[in-house]
């Protein structure tokens, strides 16, 4: 089965969770007839095509790159051609990359198909729990501050900017506001504080004014002399990460311009 792919579209596709072959056919179909598939680990979904038979190019699209991605993706979705978005297993959402790039094709006049965009968003309310955190997947499980400050960026990448998920949402994370315990207390620390300080400059108010002075302090206070920053993952990430908190009131990146404190 195939696809159509005109006119240029992005489409966000559910790969499976356990089983390969609960691949859905629509789903192979748009893996196949895409131009190239953005992936969240290229190792692990060429797997997925290679169980199927399928060479479609893969592109990187994870954590770690995604800000410095979108542009040229979109620039390729302007030029004609239509992508797929997948992550590891299941929904591209709370805790993973992608949203940013379906906001920025819409943004930019790609077509994304509507039930997409409602279907994450959707999903991602529905991830939350009654005390405002996010589980990982629907089938339940306990909220955690690093998903938790993804999943409430991703409503705002939605467009969502108010509503009763994004109070509840910033309420949770500021029960984890950062003190001198933090690197120890929280797993995925960099992950987290990356998501939270986005989550709290589009917040603006007293969310961002009693955030970001504890973030500052503390990411300071824990720095080596040599100018690095240690942790979970490699030096590297965890320097860029504190790097890009420690900038975020100077709207470096692109996705903030005119939003936040004074936006």
Known sequence: MTVSTSPPTLYVVATPIGNLGDLSPRARGVLQ???????EDTRHTRQLLAHFGLDTPL?????HNEDAAVDGLVARLLAGESLALVSDAGTPLVSDPGFRLVRAARNAGIFVPNETVEACIEYVKRSQNPDGGFMYMLSGGPSQFPRSAAGVVALYSAGIYEGDE?????????????????????????????????AMFLAGGTYWRDWYPAIRRELIGRQKPDGR??????????????????QMPNRYLPVFSGKGPGG
């Open 33 to 39: 007839s895409v131009v190239a598939i953005c992936a």
């Open 59 to 63: 592109v990187a699209l994870h954590e």
């Open 166 to 198: 994004i109070e509840k949402g910033l309420e949770y994370l500021m029960q984890h506001v950062p003190k001198d315990d933090a690197f120890s207390r929280e797993s995925h620390y960099f992950y987290g504080q990356y998501y939270a300080a986005q």
């Open 229 to 246: 920053w240690s942790g979970e993952v490699c030096d590297e990430y965890c320097t860029a990460i504190a790097l890009i908190v420690l």
